[in-house]
């Protein structure tokens, strides 16, 4: 069973940097794009970032690009999102996701079927 356990939210000062990890079992990591999606208060849940299999290729929401970085480490079953120079709104439960195919491209938003529990992230003003 896969899962998927986030990390390193928290409140923040507008302008100031966080840096949330996930962390995935239960099958094998490094053949799978993952990414990273947020839902506001009142909102539905929107696509963030998203990581290739390898690393090498990443895509970015238009709100983000600039200030958020994602980066994974496959001996670590890991996946990070950097992000700096913070807004008042980027405050979000962020959630962590995981394609449900092998080797596929970046448009996870389509094929995500694993979910983290999500990690709450305010920027204060």
């Known amino acids: 069973q896969v899962q998927l356990v986030e990390s390193g939210g928290g409140l923040v000062q507008a302008g100031g940097s966080l840096r949330l990890s996930c962390a995935a079992s239960?099958?094998?990591?490094?053949?799978?794009?993952m990414g990273w999606f947020r839902q506001a208060p009142g909102k539905e849940r929107e696509f963030v970032l998203a990581i290739s299999w390898s690393g090498g290729s990443t895509s970015y929401a238009d709100s983000v690009k600039g200030r958020f970085t994602i980066s994974r480490d496959n001996a670590k079953n890991t996946i990070y999102l950097q992000m700096n120079s913070l807004k008042p709104e980027d405050t979000a439960v962020y959630y962590c996701?995981?394609?449900?195919?092998?080797?596929?491209?970046?448009?996870?938003?389509?094929?995500?079927?694993?979910w983290g529990q999500g990690t709450q992230v305010t920027v204060s003003s």
């Open positions: 996701a995981a394609d449900k195919l092998p080797y596929g491209d970046l448009r996870i938003a389509l094929r995500a079927n694993y």
């Open positions: 239960g099958r094998p990591f490094s053949i799978y794009t």
